[in-house]
């Protein structure tokens, strides 16, 4: 697919992208014992995106008159005629296994994203005149692993019950931000703690005011008692270690009913009610 963008700079504003994906159906040479089905799979794909409209060149903003005078002011946020399309890379390889009268399903996969390009506002010393500038954001990678496995524990001509349980686990990591950037802040709150994007961190990290430790991992105390604070500084990861969720599904005569209970693990969270 090519797009072409009229939100983006003429010399920028036409980007392809395109996937492709490859599978092998290795039951159908192989006769293997109780294997109904296997097959492993490959997949590449690239995703173009551009941006909001009037963030490339600047314009006056027209405020209201006051009396017979005309104002117009400058804006807060200064647009970029370099902005390039954002590009989101993802690879992914997986396992499909189903047994036993296609009453036993197995499914595995690895991936990797690449978020590059991002188009983000970042903060501007207040001297040049603007508070923020559009620019393009570096990059962001996620890779995890996902499984699933699923069960018929009864499958009958009137009735089929179905168990299926999954589980991933995601990792993130910020590469780089925009040149000079180490930090991009994407929102604050109350009690100085805010959510961001920090290069060599996970994504979304919360900063604030925490403490400073020994090597030992005790926390280092003042001649006053009380524990040394150190602001802005990383103190917590909101993503969770993994995830999972057990479906259980039930078809009697055309009639289904399903329910799920799903189950995430780790991350931290910050509690405006509990500060």
């Known amino acids: 697919r090519n797009d072409i963008s009229s939100a983006l700079p003429v010399e920028n504003n036409s980007y392809f992208y395109h ?7 290795f039951s159908e040479l192989l006769d293997l014992p109780m294997l109904d089905f296997g097959k492993v799979r490959v997949n590449y794909a690239e995703v173009g995106n551009d941006t909001g409209p009037q963030r490339t060149t600047t314009a006056y903003t027209k405020n209201d008159n006051f009396g017979t005078a005309i104002l117009f002011s400058y804006p807060t946020t200064v647009n970029n005629a370099s902005l390039l399309p954002e590009q989101l890379v993802s690879y992914e390889a997986g396992l499909e296994l189903a047994g036993l009268k296609k009453r036993l399903t197995f499914d595995f ?15 501007l010393s207040k001297a040049t005149g603007a508070s923020f500038k559009w620019l393009n954001g570096g990059e962001i990678e996620n890779k995890g692993v996902e499984l699933s496995l699923g069960y018929d524990i009864i499958k009958n001509d009137n ?6 349980a999954n589980w991933a ?3 993130s990591n910020v590469n780089s931000l925009a040149p000079g950037i180490d930090n991009y802040q994407i929102n604050s709150f109350q009690g100085g703690v805010s959510l961001n994007a920090t290069v060599g ?18 926390r280092i105390i003042n001649a006053a008692g009380y524990p040394v604070a150190i602001a802005d500084q990383v103190i917590g990861n909101p993503n969770p270690n993994w995830t999972g969720g057990v479906m259980n599904t039930f078809n009697y005569k055309g009639i289904q009913l399903s329910f799920l209970i799903d189950v995430s693990n780790g991350g931290d969270v910050y509690s405006l009610d509990m500060h």
Not at 19 to 25: D, N, Q, R
Not at 159 to 164: D, E, G, H, M, R
Not at 202 to 216: A, E, I, M
Request: glycine share 8%; proline share 2%.
């Open 19 to 25: 996937s492709e994906a490859l599978s092998f159906v």
């Open 109 to 123: 996969a690895l991936y990797k994203t690449l978020s590059q390009d991002q188009i983000v506002s970042v903060e």
């Open 159 to 164: 009735l089929k019950w179905n168990l299926t």
């Open 169 to 171: 686990k995601n990792v």
């Open 201 to 218: 961190q996970p994504y979304g990290v919360l900063r604030g005011t925490g403490y400073q430790f020994h090597s030992n991992g005790q």
